[in-house]
C-alpha cells in the first residue's frame, strides 16, 4: 500500500471509529441522563463514557482535526470531573454533554462528506467551563491511610480507581484483597467469571497482575475489591483454588444499611477444599447491584454478532422448505395428470408462489452468511509484514478484489491454506533483495493477492515475482523417492502435481516457517473438503502463481442428479458444464485411457461406476450419456446411466468416519425419504488426472 | 529481528502507531487490543521494547507497568506511555513505576521512532 492509500485507509478507519464511538456515547448519556435523577451511578458507565471521549480527542488530534480534538478535549474534561467525584452529575451536567456529543457527531459527519454546515463551538465549550468551575466538591480527605493498602496496590492504581476505592470507603464498604492465582493459558476467561461473580455483591475496584507464585506458567493477580459484604460472607460465594481473601483495615459500617441475616454455612475450610456432595442447597438470589442498572442493555451499534451456527440452522430449514416445495409441485403435477385439473392448477400457482418467496428467503439467508475476501487479505498483510521482516527480504503487496464476498465458513476455512500459501511464497518463492538485484531484477519482491468471482465460484490469486519452482529439482526429488524412475519420464505440468505429494518438499533447508510438515497435500485435501480446487503455475525465474477456485457457499446448491449401476448422485451443477449423448465408437484409447473427442478438444472419460469400484455397472451400451464436468481448466467427462434432472439440494456433512473417501464431499436428502451422495468434482477430477499423471 | 509490542485498546490509534514503526522498517510489531491480551503475549513472544496506553478496560497501562517492572522475565524491558495529557497524576505514577519514556497522545510520529531508536539501537 502507498502512504496516500495508508491515510485514506486510516482516516476511513477513524471516521468509522469514530462514528461508533459517538454511538455509544449517545446511548451512555441516556443512561447516564436518567441515574442523573436517580442519584446513584454506575461507576463503569461513567468511566466508559470517559474513554470514549478520551479515545475521540486522542484520535482527532492525530488527523489534525483540530475542532473535534479541542471540544472532545472540553468533554474529556468534565467527564474526568465527574467520573473522579469532582463535579456532582446534574441535568446541567448532563445537557452540556448531549450538547457536545451532538456537535461532535454533526463535526465527524463534515470530515467525512469533507465539507457540511459551519459548526459553532463556543457556546458548548463554555457551558462546559461553566459545569467545571461552578460545581466544586469539597476536597476530599484520604482515609485511605487507615486501610494500609500496600504501595504495589495503590501506585498503580490511576487517579480514577483511586477516586472509586475512596467512594468505597466513604459508603464504609469493607475493601478486600482478593489474590487468585490463574493459568497463563485461560487466565481471561476465569478472571472474567470471578470478577463477574465479584460485581454481583459489590465493585472491583483495580485488578493488578504479577508473576506467579504458587503455579508454573502461572499468573497471579490482586483484585481490590469493595463490598458490604463480610469476609465469611463473601468468600464461599466466590471460592475456587488457589485463591485468597483478605480484609483491609477493620471499618464499621457508617450508617450502611443492616447486612443481611448472617448466611448459612459458617466458612472454616479453605477456600481450596474440596466441596462436599452434600451441599445440595438452591442457588441463593444473587443481590443486585444497584449501580448494574445503570448500564445501557441498547446495542452499541447498528450490526449484529450472529454465531453461524444459527444461520447454518436456517439455511437447513430453509433447505428443507425446498424440498417440501418439491413434493408440493409434485403433487400439483399428480393432481392434474389425475384428472383434477382445476384444484391441480390451483395448488401448482400456490406452489410457484411460494417457489419465489422461498428463493428470495434462500438468497437473504445466503448474504447474511457473505462476507468480503478483504478481510481474509487483511490477516494476510500481517502475516507478510511479519514474515518478510523476520526474513529480510522486502515485499511490496498488492491487493485487488478485497470486496469480493464468499461465504463465512469458506473464508474461515480457506484462511490456513492461503496462508500457507503466502508463507511458501515469501520463503521459498521470493528470493533475497542481493539474488534480486544480482538477476537484475528490483530488490522488492512483489506478491499479489487477487479474487474475482468467476460464474458461481470465487477465485483466489496468489502470486509472487520469485524464482519460481525449480522442476528439475522436484523431478530429481521423485526419482530420489521413487515416484518416477527417471527425470523425463514427466512433462512439467505431471512434475507440478509432485508438489501436493505427501511429505514432499524441494526446499534445501527446511526452513522454520513453511517446512514445518504441512505440505501442500494438506493444503490441496483442506481445499477439496470446500470443494475447491487448487492449480499451480510457475515460470522459471519469474515467479509462481497458484489459483484458488472456491464455491461462494457451501449450504445450499442446485444439483443435477445422476444415476450408474443403481446408484443415485447428485452433481453439483457448478461444476456441470453440459451433458451430452456419445455413441460407443466415438471412445478412443490414449495411453490405456478412454477418451472422446468434443469440439476441438480431447476430453478424458470417467466411468463412475469404476471410480467408486460399484459392482453391477454392465458394460457401455452403444449409446450413454456423459455429463461433462469441469473445475477452474480442468475437464472430464463422466459416464452415467441416466440423468434424473436437476434439484436445489442441501449437502449435510457425513461426518469424520467417511472423511477419507475420495470424491464425495457430503450426503442430501431428495425430499422423498432417500439420502444420496454428493460427488466432490473436484477431487474426482485430481484423482482421475492423478492416475495419468504417475 | 527486534519485536515491540503496543498495547492499546483503539483500533485506530494503534494502527497510527503499527504504520509510524512500520516506517523504521526494522521492527516486527506485537499488537494487543487490551491489557490482558498483553500480558498473555509476553511470555509467548520476545519482547525488545513496550508501548502502552493507559486507560485500557481490563487491566489499565499502571498495572501492566508494575507487571513488567516486577517480573524478572521483563523487568529490563524499556517501555513508553502514549496517553493523554489530562492524566497527570497516572502519568507521574507511571514514571515511578519504571516506564522509561511518556509520550502524549496526539503523538509526535517523529519523537517516537527517534525514542524507539534510542533505545533499541543504543
Known sequence: ?????????AVKDFLAEAEEIL?????????????????????????????????????????????????????????????????????????????????????????????GEPVDLTGAMERINDCLTNKPKAAKDSPLAALNIPERVLGSMTEYEEHRLLENVKKGRRIYSIRVSLLLTNFDSELMELTDQLKQVGEVISTLPSASSGIDAGIDFEILFGSELATDELTPLIERDHLTVTSFGKQEKKGAPAPAAPKAAPVEAPVAAL???????????????PADQGVSAKSMSRTVRVDIGKLDLLMN?????????????????????????????????????????????????????????????????????????????????????????????IIEDISDPVMHIVRNAIDHGLETPAARLAAGKDEKGTIVLSSFQKGNHVVIQIEDDGAGIDLGRVRQKAVERGVIGSPFEVSDKEALEFIFLPGFSTSEQVSEISGRGVGMDVVRTNIAALSGMIDLETFPGRGTRVTITLPITLAIIKALIITTAGRTYALPITSVLESIIVERKEIKTVERKEVIQL???????????????????????????????????????????????????????????FAGFKGISGAADLGDQRTILVLDVGSVISEATRGSAG | MKRILIAEDSNT???????????????????????????RLLPR???????????????????????????????????????????DKDLEK??????????????DPVKLQELISKYLEP
Open chain 1, 1 to 9: 500500500m502507498s502512504a496516500e492509500e495508508n491515510i485514506a485507509k
Open chain 1, 23 to 115: 454511538d455509544q456515547l449517545s446511548l451512555d448519556l441516556v443512561a447516564l441522563s436518567d441515574c442523573a435523577d436517580g442519584g446513584e451511578c454506575n461507576p463503569d458507565l461513567v468511566n466508559s463514557v470517559f474513554r470514549a471521549a478520551h479515545s475521540l480527542k486522542g484520535l482527532a488530534g492525530m488527523f489534525g482535526l483540530t475542532e473535534i480534538a479541542e471540544l472532545g478535549h472540553h468533554l474529556e474534561n468534565l467527564l474526568d470531573a465527574l467520573r473522579l467525584g469532582k463535579v456532582e452529575l446534574d441535568q446541567g451536567v448532563v445537557s452540556a454533554l448531549f450538547e457536545s456529543t451532538e456537535l461532535l457527531t454533526a463535526l465527524v459527519r463534515n470530515a467525512g462528506q469533507g465539507g
Open chain 1, 275 to 289: 466441596a462436599p456432595a452434600a451441599v445440595e442447597s438452591e442457588p441463593e438470589p444473587q443481590p443486585v447491584n
Open chain 1, 317 to 409: 430449514i430453509v433447505g428443507e422448505l425446498v424440498l417440501s416445495h418439491s413434493m408440493i409441485a409434485e403433487v400439483a403435477a399428480k393432481m392434474r395428470r389425475d384428472g383434477l385439473i382445476l384444484p391441480g392448477q390451483q395448488v401448482a400457482k400456490a406452489a410457484k408462489g411460494l417457489e419465489k418467496k422461498l428463493a428470495e428467503l434462500q438468497k437473504g439467508v445466503m448474504e447474511i452468511r457473505m462476507i468480503p475476501v478483504g478481510q481474509l487479505f487483511e490477516k494476510m498483510t500481517r502475516i507478510i509484514r511479519k514474515i518478510s521482516r523476520e526474513q529480510g527480504k522486502k515485499v511490496d503487496l498488492k491487493l485487488f478484489g478485497a470486496e469480493t464476498e464468499l461465504d463465512k465458513l
Open chain 1, 599 to 657: 469440439r476441438e478438444t480431447t476430453l478424458p472419460l470417467l466411468r463412475l461406476s469404476d471410480f467408486f469400484e460399484l459392482k453391477g455397472a454392465g458394460d457401455i451400451p452403444d449409446s450413454f450419456y456423459v455429463v461433462v464436468v469441469g473445475v477452474a481448466e480442468k475437464r472430464l467427462g463422466l459416464v452415467v446411466d441416466d440423468l434424473l434432472g436437476q434439484q436445489d439440494i442441501v449437502i449435510k456433512s457425513i461426518g469424520e468416519t
Open chain 2, 13 to 39: 490509534m494503534r494502527s497510527m502507531l503499527v504504520s509510524t514503526i512500520d516506517e523504521l522498517e526494522k521492527y516486527s510489531i506485537v499488537e494487543a487490543a487490551s491489557g490482558f491480551e498483553a500480558l
Open chain 2, 45 to 87: 513472544e520476545k519482547v525488545d521494547l513496550i508501548i502502552t496506553d493507559i486507560n485500557m478496560p481490563d487491566i489499565n497501562g499502571l498495572e501492566l507497568i508494575s507487571y513488567v517492572r516486577n517480573n524478572p522475565n521483563y523487568a529490563s524491558i524499556p517501555l513508553f506511555i502514549v496517553s493523554t495529557e489530562s492524566g
Open chain 2, 94 to 107: 507511571g514514571r515511578a513505576l519504571g516506564a522509561n519514556e511518556y509520550l502524549v497522545k496526539p503523538f
